[in-house]
């Protein structure tokens, strides 16, 4: 029988070889970290934003009609309603990333006054409370600025009306009331997103809004005609996205 003689190199190649296999097999047993995915947040539908509202009525088309005083009357007369500014609160409900429904909600006060022949006469003042629903389609591929815009209907309620009863040329406003009226909208605007959440916001729209009215002239004359209020509504505030 021969004897294999083995150098002390051939040990050590040999032992490397066994040790190297084994750390192999080792590290095969391993498992395997893979780096975890980013938190996604649900998507939430609802925004709401606080804003300053401007309302801005273009009354030029009004006309006014005093019973058998025609010098009194449109085309000579017409009349005028003063600008409004008020908070506002607005509340939308995404149905998808891009279409939204808008609800708008504040009240202002408005003051009445005559023009034409029927200038310097303080007609009176009313409340207006004119909530205003759109359906938005909202532009998604502008990275933070989001442009929008939007058509809908108004309906607008007038509330604690009062007549001036102040003389003017031996007459008062002793009695006003304009009626309750639907109007359609449409709407411009954008959101800036500084982060997911928080925003600024700026937005106009436009109302149709053309109620009839009703007056009484030192209780005993009797006027009527319809109010073109068409008022611009702008506003800017803060967006917050749920």
Do not use: C
């Not at 009194?72 to 008020?86: E, F, H, R, T, Y």
């Amino acid at each position: 029988m021969k004897r294999i003689m083995l150098g002390a190199s051939s040990l050590l190649v040999i032992a490397g070889a066994l040790t190297g296999a084994g750390l192999t097999a080792q590290a095969a047993d391993l498992p395997v970290y893979k780096k975890a995915p980013p938190i996604v947040e649900p998507w939430n539908p609802w925004m709401i934003r606080v804003r300053a509202l401007g309302v801005i009525p273009d009354a030029s088309g009004s006309n006014v009609h005093v019973l058998g005083v025609p010098t009194l009357s449109s085309p000579s007369s017409g009349l005028s309603i003063s600008d409004a500014v008020v908070p506002e609160l607005d509340i939308s409900y995404f149905f998808t990333k891009n279409i939204a429904a808008e609800l708008i909600l504040g009240a202002t006060k408005h003051h009445v006054t005559g023009t034409g022949s029927l200038q310097g006469l303080d007609v009176g003042k009313s409340w207006l409370l004119p909530p205003t629903l759109t359906l938005q389609y909202h532009f998604t591929d502008l990275g933070p600025f989001k442009p929008y815009i939007g058509a809908g209907v108004n309906y607008t309620w007038f509330f604690s009306q009062t007549a001036a009863n102040v003389p003017w040329n031996g007459l008062a406003v002793t009695q006003f009331h304009i009626s309750n009226a639907f109007g359609a909208a449409v709407q411009v605007g954008f959101d800036y997103m500084f982060d997911r959440h928080w925003g600024l916001n700026f937005d106009v729209k436009k109302l149709f809004l053309q109620p009839n009215y009703s007056a009484t002239v030192s209780g005993a004359i009797p006027v009527s005609g319809r109010a073109n209020i068409d008022p611009w509504l702008v506003a800017g505030g803060v967006t917050y996205k749920f």
